[in-house]
């Protein structure tokens, strides 16, 4: 098991990393994570939910997400309260202060998804949440130790070195936690070395000496994991400003500029990925308290609690910015709750997101959205509508919305026509997340606002044609470049021989 001394210290991605090495070995590898807080979510083979690191995980071992990977997920839907998904499935929106209670009722979940993993891997990586040495929240603890003591899971503890105080987050963590928990600690990382790691070597063996904890590694920097997938909103922003402009022979002048507004509730912003792969694109990620700036392209990302980020659209005046720009030409896109927002009105009659209430939308699209209990988690492939290039992702939504049947649909998905499209063709909203995966797609729709302004190479994929995609060989490449790093900073070998069955597998 991988836990932390902190949040965001790199467990995530230590694990996809190793996951994709054991994997290159030869080995079934399975990734795990009990409790995760995520809106960034993916659906599985299996028709559930799970958090999006889990996903990239199983992406590095070379299988299909699987529920079971991430049997408890918690969506915030504001500050105190969260929808609640068990084993892949919503069950409940609760409070913080509830959930505390709540957690012992879950742990059996917790365990049965764990050994429905364990009967299918030689290797299980489980990764914990947050810091280890959450002590106030040991009691019925379900995402560190108190899953690791259930099972009897040897912990490898990982601090981030680029943020300081590394040696005190370590030896710290040992002092405040029980003797129990303590002692599940074999070994430790020291994550994103910058510099000359000769001149940490003195620390490596001041926290082994103080903890008796074995020295797993001392991993520098990777700049390639900025190809990965941000797993939370609190990574957003970094991962945007460095992907945001990729020219061809190192050119700084975009062809297209996509503007993102950032509301507090964005959810599955893995869409923007394939777009800041894309030559001639610069995605702008704009933050509270900002002005939209000028640009081609406004994009409405995703978002948790639609109503929320709607009134956050108007209270910083973006909402009227947004129309403003459709009006004047520009493109407006929308997924999932950003395409909700596009309508005429939103209503949430069973107060799935708050207190039941109506808010109209920006106007921009004569459709109307009613918001409810049951949400729809299915994968789709099918075709633009116009233009036929593939597309394929998912829909995870709570909302079903109505629209003129004469309206043009975007696609057609599962047979079935999907999303929107405006007469002039410049404003369109769907609730297929991975709209942008597939290349050809991605540039059809690019090419609707930039013209031939926008077409790189010269040239445009017709219906059916193949375009190697930039976007997911990065993803694989990356994982790739990160197995070899870890492989040559990590003692890989001396982690696999502390894995063990666990206690109740005999």
């Known amino acids: 098991m991988v836990q932390g001394t902190g949040s965001s210290v790199g467990k995530s991605t230590l694990v996809a990393g190793l996951a994709r090495a054991l994997t290159r070995r030869g080995l079934r590898v399975l990734p795990f994570k009990p409790q995760n807080m995520s809106n960034n979510a993916a659906v599985t083979q299996d028709g559930g939910e799970i958090g999006r690191a889990q996903a990239l995980q199983a992406r590095a071992c070379g299988v299909l997400p699987l529920a079971d990977m991430n049997p408890v997920l918690l969506k915030p839907q504001g500050e105190t309260g969260a929808q609640l998904v068990v084993r892949g499935q919503r069950v409940d929106t609760i409070e913080a202060r509830n959930y505390q209670t709540r957690k012992e009722q879950l742990m059996p979940q917790v365990l049965a998804s764990f050994k429905n993993l364990m ?29 690791a003591q259930a099972v009897q899971a040897p912990v490898v503890l990982v601090g981030d070195i680029d943020r300081g105080g590394v040696i005190a987050s370590l030896v710290g963590t040992q002092v405040v936690l029980p003797a129990e928990d303590a002692a599940r600690i074999k070994g430790f990382v020291v994550n994103r070395m910058r510099g000359d790691p000769t001149l940490f070597a003195d ?53 297209l500029r996509m503007v993102v507004p950032i509301m507090p509730m964005i959810a599955n912003f893995d869409d923007l990925d394939p777009l800041c792969t894309e030559p001639g694109v610069e995605v702008i990620p704009v933050t509270v308290g900002e002005p939209l700036p000028d640009a081609e392209i406004i994009l409405l990302p995703g978002s948790k609690a639609t109503l929320v980020d709607l009134a956050c ?86 909302g ?66 193949f375009l190697p995609d930039n976007h997911d060989s990065r993803v694989d490449a990356a994982l790739d470049h990160l197995a070899d790093h870890l492989e040559q900073y990590m003692d890989v070998e001396a982690l696999l021989a502390l894995a063990r069955p666990p206690v109740y597998a005999a």
Request: aromatic share 6%; proline share 6%; with cysteine.
């Open 400 to 465: 079903r919305t109505e629209k003129p049947e004469e309206l043009e649909p975007l696609l057609w998905l599962n047979g079935q026509a999907e999303g929107c499209v405006s007469d002039n063709g410049r404003i369109w909203g769907t609730y297929l997340h991975g709209v942008f995966t597939h290349r050809a797609a991605r540039l059809a729709l690019l090419q609707r606002v930039g013209g031939s302004a926008f077409a790189p190479d010269g040239v445009w994929a017709q219906a059916g044609d």
């Open 313 to 398: 659209l108007r209270a910083q005046g973006w909402a009227e910015q947004i129309v403003a720009h459709a009006q004047n030409g520009g493109a407006v896109m929308g997924i999932c709750g950003g395409y909700q927002m596009l309508g005429l009105s939103i209503a949430d009659p069973q107060g799935t997101e708050g207190p039941a209430c109506k808010a109209p939308g920006l106007g921009l699209m004569p459709i109307h959205t009613v918001l409810g209990h049951n949400k729809r988690l299915d994968y789709g492939t099918g075709f633009l509508a116009q233009g036929r290039q593939p597309v394929a992702g998912y829909e995870m939504h709570l």
């Open 203 to 255: 620390g490596m063996d001041f926290v082994a000496s103080r903890t008796g904890w074995q020295p797993l590694g001392l991993v520098p920097h990777l700049p390639d994991v900025r190809d990965l997938p941000a797993e939370d909103a609190a990574d957003l922003m970094a991962t945007l400003r460095t992907k945001r402009r990729i020219e061809p022979g190192g050119g700084n002048t975009p062809r």
């Open 119 to 147: 009967a299918q891997a030689d290797v299980v990586l489980v990764e914990g949440a947050g810091s280890a040495s959450e002590v106030n929240l040991r009691r019925h603890d379900i995402a560190n130790m108190g899953f």
